[in-house]
């Protein structure tokens, strides 16, 4: 059996942060999804728990932070293309996210950042293969020396 990862995250308005990851072509796992929380389905291994704030309180006894005040975690997904990145960042603005800081381009990585309407933070990234395979100094090196 292969890890799956849960993220949880807390919104004010489940309908309106279910709406948001539908948009972006997640699925609602219904078998998991009440009137406190909904699962959300991004990958056979990858889910997100959009849990009620109040909800959200009775698994710990520590506060739970504004995400439009504070960031605590940034959740990023790897895509497959510079496009498919913006395709999904435009996609998510549509859906009433917003968008922090501009895009960045490092030349061998390109992502943008993505808030949820709750302010939860999401990356989407492209990188080349040659920086996966071979870490992105290795990139840099080769653009010096051509």
């Not at 056979?44 to 710990?60: I, P």
């Not at 490092?106 to 939860?120: A, E, L, T």
Request: glycine fraction near 4%.
């Amino acid at each position: 059996m292969s890890t799956k990862v849960f993220v949880n995250l807390p919104t004010t308005d489940l309908e309106r942060a279910k709406a948001f990851y539908t948009a972006l072509g997640c699925e609602i796992n219904p078998l998991f999804t009440d009137e406190n929380a909904a699962c959300v389905v991004w990958s056979e291994d990858v889910y997100f728990m959009v849990l009620k704030r109040e909800f959200f309180a009775t698994f710990t006894d520590k506060p739970i932070a504004d995400p439009k005040e504070v960031c605590q975690v940034s959740v990023s997904f790897a895509k497959d293309s510079r496009e498919d990145v913006d395709a999904i960042a435009e996609k998510a603005l549509a859906a009433g996210g917003s968008e922090p800081k501009p895009a960045q381009d490092y030349g061998f990585m390109y992502s943008r950042d993505i808030d949820d309407p709750d302010g939860n933070s999401l990356g989407f990234l492209y990188m080349t293969p040659e920086a996966v395979e071979n870490g992105p100094e290795h990139v840099a090196e080769q653009s010096a020396t051509a």
